[in-house]
């Protein structure tokens, strides 16, 4: 999660936010349900373990976690934790042969009254456009219980195709190369369902300001808009965003003090 501790993912019904000691309580509450653990193939863990594995994943390089805000329920509870449904992982490797970075993806709606409603597709797919954009992934893997049927038909829908069956683990593995037309395919998906509104840094330093180059919406820190045709205009000098999502000063050194990197497709 070292990737991702700074980052949100900002979708039209979901917003995706790092995994913090705060949702602990009801991420640990999740995971008492046996549909779950079965699902998941995991084992139930005390509240203390799991503040523990918490810490673990914070400090991971290889794995990007994310749990999914749903939007609606947001707006109606004013309670982040109220309105979290599940969650979504990406697992980090490099393949030896290519050298190429591959990521296993994992989605999970915990909320039983939120499945059924495309907040699991939407979030799988700012998961994968995440993946390719900013990751450098070439190829997802989606390994999946062969009785989650809901499951398998998703990411067949996404044009991952079968790659092995398993009966020793009961699980199928699906795989999705990345490559200019599915990318289009993607991006086509996303804009469907909301447009591409480009990236915000939120930081506590007055005079850093995210740059646009268009005059048609004034441009600010996070809340004060977005624009449709700057999507990559703000991580451009004189303001710069590395890959670990840590916004420089306007001067291009100093690092301005990091609240949140903010990704909205």
Request: net charge positive; glycine share 6%; charged share 25%.
């Amino acid at each position: 999660m070292r990737l991702n501790e700074n980052t949100q993912i900002i979708g039209k019904h979901v917003n995706l936010v790092p995994y913090e000691p705060k949702h602990v309580s009801k991420y640990h509450n999740w995971m008492q349900s046996r549909e779950l653990q079965q699902l998941t193939a995991s084992e139930p863990l005390t509240l203390e373990k799991e503040y523990e594995m918490q810490k673990t994943w914070r400090m991971d390089h290889d794995k990007c976690t994310f749990l999914i805000l749903c939007w609606k329920k947001y707006e109606t509870t004013k309670d982040e934790n109220k309105a979290l449904i599940g969650d979504t992982n990406l697992f980090l490797h490099t393949e030896q042969d290519s050298g190429e970075k591959v990521a296993e993806i994992e989605i999970m709606i915990a909320e039983p009254d939120m499945r059924g409603k495309g907040l699991g597709w939407e979030s799988t797919l700012l998961m994968l456009k995440y993946g390719v954009k900013y990751l450098n992934v070439k190829k997802f893997v989606a390994k999946i219980g062969i009785d989650n049927v809901a499951s398998i038909r998703m990411f067949q829908k996404i044009e991952f195709q079968e790659e092995a069956r398993s009966k020793v683990f009961n699980e199928v593995t699906l795989y999705r190369r990345v490559n200019e037309k599915w990318l289009k395919w993607l991006d086509g998906q996303a804009i469907a369902r909301g447009p591409s509104i480009g990236m915000v840094c939120k930081t506590s330093s007055s005079s850093w300001r995210a740059r646009c180059k268009c005059t048609s919406i004034q441009q600010g820190t996070l809340g004060s808009g977005g624009c449709i045709a700057c999507v990559y205009v703000r991580v451009l000098d004189p303001v710069q965003v590395p890959a670990a999502g840590v916004p420089l000063g306007p001067d291009g050194t100093e690092p301005a003090p990091p609240l949140l990197v903010t990704l909205e497709f």
